[in-house]
C-alpha cells in the first residue's frame, strides 16, 4: 500500500515539474517571438542594467583597497569632480569673459562719453604732498603682484583657449609652468603689499559725513556740482574696503590651494577654487575700473602714485578738506615772526 503511495507522489512531482518547465520555456520565448515578428522594435540590452549615474549618486566618492596609508590614494571616482569640471572649463570661462570683457566695454563707453576729466580750474603750478615715499611703495608692492597674479591666473582659466593653439604645446607648456611658479610666489608679496596699505590707510578710509555728500554730488562725475571728500572720498573708500576683504578671501583660498591636504579634503579644495576663481575674476574688473581713473579717467591722478605729489588746483577740486588740513597743519608748524610758507613745488 505505501508504495502505491510513494509511487503516485512521485508521478505527480513529475508532472508538476514538467509543467514549471515548460511555463518557463514559453516565458522566455514569448518576448523573442515579439521581437521576432515586429523587427523594427530596437534591442536595449541596458533596459534591465542600473545607470551609471545611479550607481554614482549613491555615494559621494567611490574607493578602493590599499596598502598604503594614505586615504587620499583610495579613491578611485569622485562624482562631485565632474561638477568641479563644468565650472572651471565652462562657467568659470563664460564668467570672466563676460565680466572682464564687459568692464572694458563700459570703460571705453566712458571715456569715449564723457572723456578725460580735467582739472577745471587748470594747473596752478604748485604741489602738495599726497602720499609719502613709503605709501607708494606699498601701494606699488600690491599693484605690480596683482598685475603679475591677474596675468598667470588667466592663463591659468584661458591659456588652453587663447595660447595653446598659436603657441604649440611644447611652448604652452614651458609657459603654463613658469608662469604657476611665479602665480605661486608673487602671492606672497602681494599679501605683504596689502597688509601694508591695509595698516597705512585703515584710518582715512573709515566712513564719514561728508562721504554722503559725496554721493549725492555724484562723485565729482558731474561737472556742475562740487563733490567735498576728504583725504579719500566715498569711491575710494569702496575701492579700499572691497580690494580688503577680496585680497583676504583669494588669499586665504589660495593658501588652501598652495599646500593641498592640510586641513581639507578634495571636496574643500575644489570650494576653495570656485571661491579663489570668481572672487579674482571680480577683483580684476575692479581694479580695471580703479586703474582707469588713475590714469586716463582723470587728469592729474596719476601723479599721485607716481611721484606721491599732485597739483594743487587737483586736490582743491577732489579732496578739498583734506587740502584745508593739510595747509592748516603747515600754517600751525610755522613759527612766530616768519612768512607764511607756500605749498611744496
Given at each position: 500500500?505505501?508504495?502505491?503511495?510513494?509511487?503516485?507522489?512521485?508521478?505527480?512531482?513529475?508532472?508538476?515539474?514538467?509543467?514549471?518547465?515548460?511555463?518557463?520555456?514559453?516565458?522566455?520565448?514569448?518576448?523573442?517571438?515579439?521581437?521576432?515578428?515586429?523587427?523594427?522594435?530596437?534591442?536595449?540590452?541596458?533596459?534591465?542594467?542600473?545607470?551609471?549615474?545611479?550607481?554614482?549618486?549613491?555615494?559621494?566618492?567611490?574607493?578602493?583597497?590599499?596598502?598604503?596609508?594614505?586615504?587620499?590614494?583610495?579613491?578611485?571616482?569622485?562624482?562631485?569632480?565632474?561638477?568641479?569640471?563644468?565650472?572651471?572649463?565652462?562657467?568659470?570661462?563664460?564668467?570672466?569673459?563676460?565680466?572682464?570683457?564687459?568692464?572694458?566695454?563700459?570703460?571705453?563707453?566712458?571715456?569715449?562719453?564723457?572723456?578725460?576729466?580735467?582739472?577745471?580750474?587748470?594747473?596752478?603750478?604748485?604741489?602738495?604732498?599726497?602720499?609719502?615715499?613709503?605709501?607708494?611703495?606699498?601701494?606699488?608692492?600690491?599693484?605690480?603682484?596683482?598685475?603679475?597674479?591677474?596675468?598667470?591666473?588667466?592663463n591659468i582659466t584661458f591659456g588652453?583657449?587663447?595660447?595653446?593653439?598659436?603657441?604649440?604645446?611644447?611652448?604652452?607648456?614651458?609657459?603654463?609652468?613658469?608662469?604657476?611658479?611665479?602665480?605661486?610666489?608673487?602671492?606672497?608679496?602681494?599679501?605683504?603689499?596689502?597688509?601694508?596699505?591695509?595698516?597705512?590707510?585703515?584710518?582715512?578710509?573709515?566712513?564719514?559725513?561728508?562721504?554722503?555728500?559725496?554721493?549725492?554730488?555724484?562723485?565729482?562725475?558731474?561737472?556742475?556740482?562740487?563733490?567735498?571728500?576728504?583725504?579719500?572720498?566715498?569711491?575710494?573708500?569702496?575701492?579700499?574696503?572691497?580690494?580688503?576683504?577680496?585680497?583676504?578671501?583669494?588669499?586665504?583660498?589660495?593658501?588652501?590651494?598652495?599646500?593641498?591636504?592640510?586641513?581639507?579634503?578634495?571636496?574643500?579644495?575644489?570650494?576653495?577654487?570656485?571661491?579663489?576663481?570668481?572672487?579674482?575674476?571680480?577683483?580684476?574688473?575692479?581694479?580695471?575700473?580703479?586703474?582707469?581713473?588713475?590714469?586716463?579717467?582723470?587728469?592729474?591722478?596719476?601723479?599721485?602714485?607716481?611721484?606721491?605729489?599732485?597739483?594743487?588746483?587737483?586736490?582743491?577740486?577732489?579732496?578739498?578738506?583734506?587740502?584745508?588740513?593739510?595747509?592748516?597743519?603747515?600754517?600751525?608748524?610755522?613759527?612766530?615772526?616768519?612768512?607764511?610758507?607756500?605749498?611744496?613745488?
Amino acid at each position: 500500500m505505501r508504495v502505491q503511495i510513494m509511487t503516485a507522489l512521485l508521478s505527480r512531482m513529475r508532472h508538476a515539474v514538467a509543467l514549471v518547465g515548460f511555463l518557463t520555456m514559453f516565458a522566455v520565448a514569448l518576448p523573442t517571438a515579439a521581437q521576432q515578428s515586429n523587427p523594427n522594435v530596437p534591442v536595449d540590452p541596458d533596459a534591465s542594467a542600473v545607470k551609471e549615474q545611479t550607481l554614482l549618486h549613491e555615494a559621494s566618492r567611490i574607493e578602493g583597497r590599499i596598502d598604503i596609508p594614505d586615504e587620499k590614494a583610495r579613491v578611485l571616482v569622485q562624482p562631485a569632480g565632474r561638477q568641479w569640471d563644468h565650472f572651471h572649463e565652462v562657467i568659470l570661462h563664460w564668467l570672466g569673459a563676460i565680466v572682464i570683457l564687459g568692464m572694458i566695454v563700459l570703460l571705453a563707453l566712458a571715456y569715449l562719453v564723457m572723456g578725460r576729466i580735467r582739472i577745471s580750474g587748470g594747473r596752478s603750478g604748485r604741489k602738495i604732498v599726497r602720499f609719502s615715499g613709503f605709501e607708494c611703495f606699498s601701494h606699488w608692492l600690491t599693484a605690480v603682484s596683482f598685475v603679475l597674479l591677474t596675468l598667470t591666473g588667466l592663463n591659468i582659466t584661458f591659456g588652453k583657449i587663447l595660447l595653446l593653439p598659436p603657441l604649440g604645446p611644447e611652448t604652452f607648456s614651458a609657459f603654463a609652468q613658469i608662469s604657476k611658479y611665479v602665480h605661486n610666489f608673487v602671492s606672497f608679496s602681494f599679501v605683504v603689499g596689502l597688509a601694508l596699505i591695509g595698516a597705512l590707510w585703515m584710518k582715512d578710509n573709515m566712513p564719514q559725513r561728508v562721504d554722503l555728500d559725496w554721493l549725492k554730488q555724484g562723485g565729482g562725475f558731474i561737472k556742475s556740482k562740487h563733490a567735498p571728500a576728504g583725504r579719500f572720498n566715498a569711491g575710494e573708500k569702496l575701492v579700499f574696503w572691497f580690494a580688503l576683504a577680496a585680497g583676504l578671501a583669494v588669499t586665504v583660498s589660495g593658501f588652501v590651494l598652495l599646500f593641498p591636504f592640510y586641513g581639507t579634503n578634495i571636496a574643500g579644495m575644489q570650494i576653495a577654487q570656485v571661491v579663489h576663481a570668481v572672487i579674482a575674476v571680480l577683483f580684476i574688473a575692479m581694479i580695471l575700473a580703479h586703474s582707469y581713473i588713475g590714469t586716463l579717467g582723470m587728469e592729474g591722478a596719476f601723479e599721485a602714485m607716481g611721484t606721491g605729489e599732485v597739483d594743487l588746483n587737483w586736490a582743491k577740486e577732489h579732496h578739498d578738506q583734506w587740502l584745508a588740513e593739510k595747509l592748516a597743519e603747515g600754517r600751525s608748524a610755522e613759527r612766530p615772526g616768519q612768512p607764511p610758507a607756500a605749498p611744496a613745488g
